[in-house]
């Protein structure tokens, strides 16, 4: 609709415009070419001197106004009689005139007027007869012109019947192209409210290669996106229900057994209690690790400058008595100054378990290096060990929440199988990037690249 306003206003400016422009230059030309025949009259006659009847058709022959059969001449004295009319059909000669344009006349005016009206040009202009500075009569021209104002009014008419047809083009093309719009709008609608029930991953089908389509074509995408977060959320909930009914059941079973039991020794008592507390630790480390998970998904952290370097002397401390007892050596090479925009929690997080899998996963004597190295605008960090490896058919299903490529070493070692899906949201939010290498019975190699502080992506 706004289209065809605008296309109405632009062509009722087109009707206007040229009609008015000609009709101005028709009427100047009218007005001067009265003006100058009126002043011309008066001043012929104002060199004979006299104003007769005689006198004024001498001039008016004379001043060949014969071949303007629609020019109308009147002269008048100073008291208003008319001398001389060249109407054959209406003459006022002897008559009394008394016109507004013959009375400015006698007041010493030129006047000239043009009006048009139903394919007619009227027109008229009046002069004073001045003889030795006095005002003796007037005279006064008449003329209708119906040929300059057909031609006007066929122009006039032919832009309605122009205008009018471009309109109808224009409302008929308008309803066209609005029907086919509203339909590829009406189809991604239909999809969206199907969406709002929760079936996830439907396509609108909308063709073309105009804005809509590209809209149609990103809404298709984002329909993926959510399909795929919702079926993980889904594993998700099924995955962490599942991890923690498994110690809860135990704990369970323990519980009864106990309960269940009158003389049971104290030495095997004692030994169900153990196994409630390991089952506990284990409930309390899944818990820990969905938290991690939920805050990492929730809100962004408080950013800051972190010293790579430091969190990894840090760990390497805190991991020492672990590595030590399977006799694992861990080797540093580390970069000084290596500082990213990240939280610190968040870092020791990434670096606690991604040295933490690399001693739980190794052989025993086997050997943990880490790397850390800054180049151009980067920071890079490469946690590389001996240890059992992964298939190469699982390397990209590590990064999943609650995969386990071992399951039953995973549990042995108290695995969630959250460590690694924490790592990579958490690198993945400090703009960094994490990759897998591993050969299965020789080892595994992560690599990290954060970008270096002041270089992460805003937003």
């Given at each position: 609709?706004?289209?065809?306003?605008?296309?109405?206003?632009?062509?009722?400016?087109?009707?206007?415009?040229?009609?008015?422009?000609?009709?101005?230059?028709?009427?100047?030309?009218?007005?001067?070419?009265?003006?100058?025949?009126?002043?011309?009259?008066?001043?012929?006659?104002?060199?004979?001197?006299?104003?007769?009847?005689?006198?004024?058709?001498?001039?008016?022959?004379?001043?060949?106004?014969?071949?303007?059969?629609?020019?109308?001449?009147?002269?008048?004295?100073?008291e208003f009689y008319s001398v001389y009319d060249n109407s054959t059909s209406e003459n006022t000669e002897g008559k009394l005139v008394l016109l507004t344009d013959l009375r400015a006349a006698m007041d010493g005016n030129d006047t000239v007027f043009c009006e048009y009206q139903d394919g007619v040009i009227t027109s008229r202009a009046a002069a004073p007869i001045m003889v030795e500075g006095e005002i003796v009569g007037a005279v006064y021209l008449y003329e209708v012109d119906d040929e300059l104002g057909g031609l006007l009014y066929d122009m006039q008419s032919n832009l309605v019947r122009i205008s009018v047809i471009v309109c109808v083009g224009v409302i008929i093309i308008s309803l066209l192209l609005s029907r086919l719009l509203t339909r590829r709008i009406a189809e991604l609608l239909k999809v969206i409210r199907r969406m709002q029930d929760g079936k996830y991953g439907l396509h609108a089908k909308v063709n073309g290669t105009d804005e809509l389509s590209e809209l149609a074509a990103e809404f298709n995408t984002m329909s993926d996106r959510l399909k795929k977060s919702e079926e993980m959320r889904r594993r998700f909930v099924s995955d962490a229900s599942h991890e923690l009914k498994t110690p809860l059941a135990s704990v369970r079973i323990l519980v009864d057994s106990i309960l269940g039991s009158e003389d049971m020794p104290p030495e095997m008592i004692r030994e169900f209690i153990e196994g409630i507390g390991e089952e506990t630790d284990r409930l309390t480390r899944l818990t820990e690790s969905l938290l991690n998970v939920s805050r990492l998904d929730a809100k962004r952290p408080k950013i800051g400058a972190v010293d790579v370097g430091g969190v990894v002397q840090r760990v390497t401390r805190n991991l020492n008595p672990l590595a030590a007892g399977e006799n694992i050596s861990i080797e540093l090479s580390l970069d000084e100054k290596c500082i990213i925009d990240a939280n610190a929690d968040d870092v020791y997080q990434i670096v606690f378990n991604l040295m933490e899998n690399a001693v739980k996963y190794n052989h025993p004597n086997g050997e943990v290096h880490v790397f850390l190295y800054g180049k151009e605008e980067q920071v890079t960090l490469i946690v590389a060990d001996t240890g059992v490896g992964i298939p190469e058919a699982e390397v990209d299903r590590v990064f999943e929440r609650f995969y386990r490529v071992d399951k039953a070493r995973s549990r042995e070692a108290g695995g969630s199988g959250l460590g690694l899906a924490i790592v990579k949201t958490a690198v993945e939010q400090f703009g960094g990037s994490i990759e897998v290498e591993s050969t299965l019975g020789e080892g595994t190699r992560i690599t990290v690249v954060f970008p270096a502080a002041g270089r992460r992506a805003k937003g």
């Amino acid at each position: 609709m706004t289209y065809i306003a605008i296309i109405f206003a632009v062509l009722a400016i087109l009707d206007i415009y040229p009609a008015r422009v000609s009709r101005n230059f028709i009427f100047r030309s009218k007005q001067d070419t009265m003006e100058d025949r009126a002043v011309l009259f008066a001043s012929t006659l104002s060199g004979i001197g006299e104003m007769t009847e005689e006198s004024s058709r001498r001039v008016y022959e004379a001043i060949d106004f014969g071949a303007e059969r629609s020019l109308r001449v009147v002269v008048v004295d100073d008291e208003f009689y008319s001398v001389y009319d060249n109407s054959t059909s209406e003459n006022t000669e002897g008559k009394l005139v008394l016109l507004t344009d013959l009375r400015a006349a006698m007041d010493g005016n030129d006047t000239v007027f043009c009006e048009y009206q139903d394919g007619v040009i009227t027109s008229r202009a009046a002069a004073p007869i001045m003889v030795e500075g006095e005002i003796v009569g007037a005279v006064y021209l008449y003329e209708v012109d119906d040929e300059l104002g057909g031609l006007l009014y066929d122009m006039q008419s032919n832009l309605v019947r122009i205008s009018v047809i471009v309109c109808v083009g224009v409302i008929i093309i308008s309803l066209l192209l609005s029907r086919l719009l509203t339909r590829r709008i009406a189809e991604l609608l239909k999809v969206i409210r199907r969406m709002q029930d929760g079936k996830y991953g439907l396509h609108a089908k909308v063709n073309g290669t105009d804005e809509l389509s590209e809209l149609a074509a990103e809404f298709n995408t984002m329909s993926d996106r959510l399909k795929k977060s919702e079926e993980m959320r889904r594993r998700f909930v099924s995955d962490a229900s599942h991890e923690l009914k498994t110690p809860l059941a135990s704990v369970r079973i323990l519980v009864d057994s106990i309960l269940g039991s009158e003389d049971m020794p104290p030495e095997m008592i004692r030994e169900f209690i153990e196994g409630i507390g390991e089952e506990t630790d284990r409930l309390t480390r899944l818990t820990e690790s969905l938290l991690n998970v939920s805050r990492l998904d929730a809100k962004r952290p408080k950013i800051g400058a972190v010293d790579v370097g430091g969190v990894v002397q840090r760990v390497t401390r805190n991991l020492n008595p672990l590595a030590a007892g399977e006799n694992i050596s861990i080797e540093l090479s580390l970069d000084e100054k290596c500082i990213i925009d990240a939280n610190a929690d968040d870092v020791y997080q990434i670096v606690f378990n991604l040295m933490e899998n690399a001693v739980k996963y190794n052989h025993p004597n086997g050997e943990v290096h880490v790397f850390l190295y800054g180049k151009e605008e980067q920071v890079t960090l490469i946690v590389a060990d001996t240890g059992v490896g992964i298939p190469e058919a699982e390397v990209d299903r590590v990064f999943e929440r609650f995969y386990r490529v071992d399951k039953a070493r995973s549990r042995e070692a108290g695995g969630s199988g959250l460590g690694l899906a924490i790592v990579k949201t958490a690198v993945e939010q400090f703009g960094g990037s994490i990759e897998v290498e591993s050969t299965l019975g020789e080892g595994t190699r992560i690599t990290v690249v954060f970008p270096a502080a002041g270089r992460r992506a805003k937003g």
